[in-house]
């Protein structure tokens, strides 16, 4: 599935990720995560968390957003699914930050819920960044509640659902 999307002066191919790229797509979360203003501390302890693996991108869709005009062959975003008790889960949504805000992450939402539609997924699951919430909520997601996060003590993760029949 590839589908090449335009956005003002932004033009994209959304592809299957590759294994190799797992390393790549890590760094690029973790650049995305620091929009928020987290410090390094805290970036560190995400790290492991947020990992790319090559067995996950083997086992689990997993999509790029690779840039197709002046730059082809940046990736600009990425996301990627896991398994989940009620539908499919969102594991991974993130986007370069000097592309933020130019279409990537909403063309991102729109192929996964496509993609999860499409493997008969009857709801996806999304554990957000607080910061986040907004984005999934603007997408039509709707919380069903929170999570707590394993990498700090108190942290509440908000869990959002979007139905996908």
Same mark, same amino acid.
């Given at each position: 599935?590839?589908?090449?999307?335009?956005?003002?002066?932004?033009?994209?191919?959304?592809?299957?990720?590759?294994?190799?790229?797992?390393?790549?797509?890590?760094?690029?979360?973790?650049?995305?995560?620091? %929009?928020?203003?987290?410090?390094?501390?805290?970036?560190?302890?995400?790290?492991?968390?947020?990992? %790319?693996?090559?067995?996950?991108?083997?086992?689990?869709?997993?999509?790029?957003?690779?840039?197709?005009?002046?730059?082809?062959?940046?990736?600009?975003?990425?996301?990627?699914?896991?398994?989940?008790?009620?539908?499919?889960?969102?594991?991974?949504?993130? %986007?370069?930050?000097?592309?933020?805000?130019?279409?990537?992450?909403?063309?991102?939402?729109?192929?996964?819920?496509?993609?999860?539609?499409?493997?008969?997924?009857?709801?996806?699951?999304?554990?957000?960044?607080?910061?986040?919430?907004?984005?999934?909520?603007?997408?039509?997601?709707?919380?069903?509640?929170?999570?707590?996060?394993?990498?700090?003590?108190?942290?509440?993760?908000?869990?959002?659902?979007?139905?996908?029949?």
């Amino acid at each position: 599935m590839h589908d090449i999307l335009t956005r003002p002066e932004l033009r994209f191919v959304i592809r299957p990720a590759r294994v190799e790229e797992a390393a790549a797509l890590t760094e690029l979360s973790l650049r995305s995560k620091a %929009v928020w203003g987290y410090d390094a501390s805290f970036l560190a302890r995400c790290r492991l968390a947020m990992q %790319v693996k090559a067995a996950a991108i083997e086992r689990q869709p997993h999509f790029v957003a690779e840039a197709a005009g002046a730059a082809p062959g940046r990736i600009l975003g990425f996301y990627g699914f896991e398994p989940e008790a009620e539908g499919v889960g969102l594991d991974y949504l993130f %986007v370069e930050p000097d592309v933020i805000g130019r279409g990537v992450g909403t063309a991102l939402w729109r192929h996964a819920v496509e993609t999860a539609r499409a493997l008969g997924h009857s709801a996806l699951i999304v554990v957000a960044d607080p910061n986040a919430e907004g984005f999934y909520r603007r997408m039509g997601a709707r919380p069903i509640g929170a999570q707590g996060s394993d990498l700090e003590r108190g942290r509440l993760l908000p869990v959002l659902r979007f139905p996908l029949e």
